[in-house]
């Protein structure tokens, strides 16, 4: 079973490409379940994300998709939340949708991953931004909002690495996860960016898979042909750590699949 559940739109305004032509390369790629999950809407850094306005129609066209491909591909709807306290919002936590994926982007509105504010790991002890930074995927893992933890370690993304063991700073992270009951996404999309590497690393995935956390897979896509990207890599590092299942969501219920 090929699951890839983390992809995006041309409504988040920095994707290219038709829902059609993501779904016919999924059926290319021979994958079984391909969810959309866009940038939700928030009342902040809105140029990056579908708009409160777009909600019902980016909903609409995976429904409508979903029934157009139902006897050639599973296509499932979700969301990629933002954690940010004082700016999520109950249209989208409350959303009728398969899942939703948590993802810190943010440090108190630090862009951290954004090339355009690159600047700003200049001025910051890199030490303390990976606490912080773990101390906020905690804090979302504890809210019980969410269904899947997205890139878990995004923040190795500029190869700003601290002189703290990486499993530590994790650590409190990754048990609130456990006890959440989320799930955690191998998400391709490093590959692509300076880091080149896999989300998470191997380590934290041992880590991950020490504690019983379940996973599931994602390319991240912003384009026809990131669909997919590193597929096999991704399947391979699961299986090496001990993962056999992966995990997929209906209506906000999980199920786990033989990969």
């Given amino acids: 079973m090929k699951i890839d559940l983390h992809n995006h739109t041309a409504r988040c305004n920095h994707a290219t490409g038709t829902i059609d032509q993501y779904i016919e390369r999924a059926i290319e790629l ?11 809407p928030m009342d902040f850094d809105e140029r990056y994300r579908v708009s409160f ?3 019902g129609d980016y909903e609409a066209d995976v429904l409508r998709a979903r029934e157009r491909y139902r006897n050639r591909i599973d296509i499932r709807l979700g969301y990629e939340v933002d954690w940010l306290p004082g700016h999520m919002d109950d249209r989208v936590l409350k959303a009728d949708v398969d899942f939703l994926v948590g993802s810190v982007h943010f440090l108190e509105k630090w862009g951290f991953d ?3 504010f690159i600047g700003g790991w200049e001025a910051r002890d890199i030490d303390t931004v990976w606490r912080d930074y773990f101390a906020a995927v905690e804090a979302m893992a504890e809210s019980g909002r969410f269904d899947i933890v997205g890139h878990l370690d995004l923040i190795k993304l500029f190869k700003h690495y601290p002189t703290t063991d990486i499993r530590t700073l994790a650590r409190p992270a990754l048990e609130a996860i456990a006890r959440s009951g989320m799930v955690l996404e191998i998400n391709t999309a ?8 896999i989300y998470p690393s191997r380590t934290l995935l041992e880590e991950a898979f020490a ?4 996973v599931t897979f994602g390319s991240d896509a912003h384009a026809v042909t990131q669909v997919g990207a590193g597929r096999d890599l991704a399947t391979a590092l699961a299986r090496s750590v001990g993962y056999t299942e992966a995990a997929t969501f209906h209506r906000r219920k999980k199920q786990m699949m033989k990969f």
């Fill in 114 to 116: 954004n090339p355009e």
């Fill in 30 to 40: 021979d994958i079984d379940i391909y969810g959309f999950s866009e940038h939700a």
């Fill in 53 to 55: 306005e777009d909600m």
């Fill in 190 to 197: 490093g590959l692509r960016k300076p880091i080149a590497e």
């Fill in 211 to 214: 504690l019983h956390i379940p």
